[in-house]
Nanobody, 118 residues
Framework: QVQLVESGGGLVQAGGSLRLACAAS????????MAWYRQAPGKQRELVAV???????NYADSVKGRFTISRGNGMNTVHLQMNSLKPEDTAVYFC????????????WGQGTRVTVSS
């Protein structure tokens, strides 16, 4: 069984920074994509940032220039450095990982709450 465990959420003032971390535990797997999604109250879950095993990244327009996604050397951890946080960044942030196997398997973390006060 594979679990994605997130950490690093919390309460921060607007303009502040937080760093989220996600680590895969359980049996060893190779992940292709690892990503962060978020879901604000009353809204649909949306992609924040994604990074492939090749190092390609993609960001939501709303976070470009403020957030940075990175993966650990073992490629089974993913971080999200969030700078210049805004109240509209308030959401539950979810880690997501897609395996390299065919067919692939998608895993989700339990979510970590980020609250940005104005």
């Amino acid at each position: 069984q594979v679990q994605l465990v997130e950490s690093g959420g919390g309460l921060v003032q607007a303009g502040g920074s937080l760093r989220l971390a996600c680590a895969a535990s359980g049996r060893s797997l190779s992940f292709n994509h690892m990503a962060w999604y978020r879901q604000a109250p009353g809204k649909q879950r949306e992609l924040v940032a994604v990074m492939t095993s090749a190092g390609t990244t993609n960001y939501a327009d709303s976070v470009k220039g403020r957030f940075t996604i990175s993966r650990g050397n073992g490629m089974n951890t993913v971080h999200l450095q969030m700078n210049s946080l805004k109240p509209e960044d308030t959401a539950v942030y979810f880690c997501n990982a897609v395996t390299m196997s065919v067919p692939s398997t998608t895993y989700w973390g339990q979510g970590t709450r980020v609250t940005v006060s104005s």
